[in-house]
């Protein structure tokens, strides 16, 4: 079965601290890792990762992939307000046609 | 085009009761995926789908049943409501999860929060 664990579950913050979500999995066939960010609403797509090593980025976030030690880091600088959010990770497998979703990371930032 | 709807946004069953979710995608995606979303819980997966005509079981498909008669619509059905069933229900849809060269994000819908008394 497969297996998603992210930490911490929960982050408190104060705005303009870094910080670092964790995604570990354990998946039959890997293919990639998605992030995504949910807010109020429907969790919107930020990251797609496939080759270990290769940081993807975009703003102030970034994402690194590591396939040797199955895990993944979703980085965050200078944090704002408007990154308080949960940050989910799911990795998806080849001839699957589902990802599996970690509970999620609540990251909330104080102003 | 207005990306993953769902219908509707709120409602409130009471045990016992049937109702019916409509999720409507204009993406020409060929997958769709009904997700149930309870706190400390993440997305678990009720159904999916791979194909106009086809469905399958995801990870909490009890209680639960879908049809997908044609390509953009997905719909997820409640028999008899329970109070276990009280959550927020996401649609998703993607076009391709099994194709390498194929971009495999899903893409949400707004949300369903159903509460049974």
């Known amino acids: 079965e497969d297996k998603v664990v992210q930490s911490p579950l929960s982050l408190v913050v104060h705005e303009g601290d870094t910080v670092t979500l964790n995604c570990s999995y354990e998946v039959t066939n890997f293919r990639s890792l998605l992030w995504y960010k949910q807010e109020k609403k429907a969790p919107t797509f930020l990251f797609m990762l496939?080759?270990?090593?290769i940081e993807k980025k975009s703003g102030r976030l970034s994402s690194i992939l590591d396939k040797k030690e199955l895990f993944s880091i979703l980085n965050i600088t200078a944090t704002q307000t408007g990154d308080s959010a949960i940050y989910l990770c799911?990795?998806?497998?080849?001839?699957?046609?589902?990802?599996?979703f970690g509970t999620g990371t609540r990251l909330t930032i104080i102003p | 085009n207005a990306g993953v709807t769902q219908t509707p946004k709120f409602r409130v069953l009471k045990t016992g009761q049937s109702m019916t979710l409509l999720c409507a995608q204009d993406m020409n995606h060929e997958y769709m995926y009904w997700y149930r979303q309870d706190p400390g819980m993440g997305l678990r997966l009720i159904h999916y789908?791979?194909?106009?005509?086809?469905?399958a079981k995801g990870e909490v498909p009890d209680g639960y049943n879908v049809s997908r008669l044609k390509k953009q619509n997905f719909l997820l059905g409640l028999e008899s409501a329970a109070p276990s069933q009280t959550s927020v229900y996401f649609c998703a849809s993607s076009i391709d999860l099994t194709s390498y060269l194929s971009y495999n994000e899903q893409f949400f819908g707004p949300g369903t929060r159903l509460t049974v008394l």
């Open positions: 799911a990795p998806s497998n080849f001839g699957n046609e589902k990802l599996t």
């Open positions: 496939t080759s270990s090593g």
């Open positions: 789908s791979v194909g106009e005509g086809t469905t």
